[in-house]
């Protein structure tokens, strides 16, 4: 399908076209903001040299585009949705405080080596006031740039498509009963058992308990209760559900490359595409076959035939390489056991 065919070209580069379109966007707002700058500058009768608006906007453009990839890892680390907004907007309140502080040094920098080389000085002005002022526009922004990036991977989910777990088809047998309690609906003509009247009438007289044995009964220890039976190992499904923008189809496990963790999302990766569920990596490591997958980082499950080499880092740990190509993270915590399993 055509449909396919492009998002397989896109998903190939797309860490470049969402560098090249965050920077497109960047550096543009920064070219208009120039030409608005200048235009308010003329209205107000402020005379500025020709360069110092083009200084203040990109400057502070250049400075964005060096923090974009913390915020992305920020909005990743700590997703910002409805049943963890309480926990972690405080948070991003503190990321978007220490944002403000880096832009600001870094963009007042920049400012005073541009305005150095045209033998000019660059004054900030006052500083608490400026910073405040400053501040404010980058929670804004900070804000804007959460918001773009959450759409965004929404909009990509959709059109990758969203897996689900299959419902477990109904045909277990169903527990049995407990049979019912002696004496209940009974019928007096049809049981030949004595009814419970008789039982206590022809019963022996109950004697009194000798005076030791009553207190071993009583020293003795409760006798604690049995432990609960282990619960049942979760089913592993052979197929999962894909929706991908209204249609429906089915994704084996087996074609299942290497597990991603995302948020509360797991990717499941596949032939260069990446099928978002919504479920811990913990969780989904628990419904899949350990003989099939090991754990090689906090983040990632890997399918073991797939891995062709180990190469290890001068920090102790380690890239895998897979058989497409495709180079995952290992850590040092998984490294030894990795190895194990592929002797």
Known sequence: MAEDKWLALYLRRRRWIERAGWMSFLLGSAA???????MDLARAGLHVE??????????????????????????????????????????????????SVVHVLGMVGLRKVAYATQGAHYDFGDWPVEFFYEALKDLRSYAFILTVVGAYRLLVWR??????????????????????????????NLDP???????????????????????????????????????????????????????????????????QACGNYVNLHRQQHDYPLRSSLGAFEQRIDPREFVRVHRSYLVRLRLIEAIEPTEAGDAHLRLRDGSRLPCSRT?????????A
């Open 32 to 38: 208009v903001n120039t030409v608005i700058a200048r």
């Open 50 to 99: 020709a360069w110092e608006p083009a200084v203040w906007e990109f400057s502070s453009a250049f400075l964005w585009i060096a923090i974009l990839p913390w915020l992305v890892r920020a909005a990743d680390t700590k997703p910002l949705r409805w049943g963890r907004l309480k926990r972690h907007l405080p948070w991003h309140l503190l990321f978007a405080l220490i944002t």
């Open 159 to 188: 059109w990758q498509g969203e897996a689900s777990l299959l419902a477990e088809a109904p045909g277990a047998a169903p527990a049995s009963l407990p049979s019912p309690a002696v004496g209940s609906n009974r019928n007096p």
């Open 193 to 259: 058992s004595p009814s419970p009247s008789l039982v206590r009438q022809t019963s022996p007289p109950s004697l009194p308990m000798p005076t030791s044995l009553a207190s071993a009964a009583e020293a003795e220890p409760a006798r604690e209760p049995d432990p609960a039976p282990a619960p049942p190992p979760l089913p592993r499904p052979e197929r999962l559900l894909v929706k991908k923008l209204g249609k429906e189809f089915l994704l084996p496990m087996d074609e299942i490359e290497w597990i």
């Open 334 to 342: 998984y490294l030894e056991r990795l190895r194990q399993r592929l």
